[in-house]
T-cell receptor, first 111, second 113 residues
Framework: LAKTTQPISMDSYEGQEVNITCSHNNIATNDYITWYQQFPSQGPRFIIQGYKTKVTNEVASLFIPADRKSSTLSLPRVSLSDTAVYYCLVEPTGGSYIPTFGRGTSLIVHP | NAGVTQTPKFQVLKTGQSMTLQCAQDMNHNSMYWYRQDPGMGLRLIYYSASEGTTDKGEVPNGYNVSRLNKREFSLRLESAAPSQTSVYFC????????????FGSGTRLTVV
């Protein structure tokens, strides 16, 4: 199983860029990386997914270095509504399916 | 669109009781999943159904059974509840079994006393 490690918490201020890094040293060749956002009393919500290099969508960017042993979720210009827990997920694309979620990073955005 | 609907939202069971958690999706997704989430832990996969008619064990299947009733519905059954099964349970679905993001339900908070 891939093991994922994330910071437990982070603080930021409105308008700043936030980068959350997930370490996954034993990621397998065909594993994909996905990030989710979770608000209290809700299920996680998909943010972005990637395999290597950089992926960008309307809400975030995902940076994955060449060795793929880590990934960084980048949230540009955060607002108070971005206060949530963020999870990275490493999941296999072949073989038996045992996905590995990180334990989550609690992001608090201050005014 | 309702997305993924889970029932009930809350449940308290006594040790040894049984119950079934229901999940339905209206997005015509092929794959469905059951996860549990414990404090300070990431989500852990209990069982999944890659397509209608198939089910497979995930990381923590002991004490649970599942039924893929049809393409829309995937239920999770606890035959004899134990305090260690106190958790928040999430159902999720996605279009295909790999390389797509999940859509999660809002969860069932289960307490076993």
């Amino acid at each position: 199983l891939a093991k994922t490690t994330q910071p437990i918490s982070m603080d930021s201020y409105e308008g700043q860029e936030v980068n959350i890094t997930c370490s996954h040293n034993n990621i397998a060749t065909n594993d994909y990386i996905t990030w989710y956002q979770q608000f209290p009393s809700q299920g996680p919500r998909f943010i972005i997914q990637g395999y290597k290099t950089k992926v960008t969508n309307e809400v975030a960017s995902l940076f994955i270095p060449a060795d793929r042993k880590s990934s960084t979720l980048s949230l540009p210009r955060v607002s108070l509504s971005d206060t949530a827990v963020y999870y990275c997920l490493v999941e296999p694309t072949g073989g038996s399916y045992i996905p590995t979620f990180g334990r989550g990073t609690s992001l608090i955005v201050h005014p | 669109n309702a997305g993924v609907t889970q029932t009930p939202k809350f449940q308290v069971l006594k040790t040894g009781q049984s119950m079934t958690l229901q999940c339905a999706q209206d997005m015509n997704h092929n794959s469905m999943y059951w996860y549990r989430q414990d404090p300070g832990m990431g989500l852990r996969l209990i069982y999944y159904s890659a397509s209608e008619g198939t089910t497979d064990k995930g990381e923590v299947p002991n004490g649970y059974n599942v039924s893929r009733l049809n393409k829309r519905e995937f239920s999770l059954r606890l035959e004899s509840a134990a305090p260690s099964q106190t958790s928040v349970y999430f159902c999720a679905s996605r279009l295909q079994s790999r390389n797509y993001g999940y859509t999660f339900g809002s969860g069932t908070r289960l307490t076993v006393v």
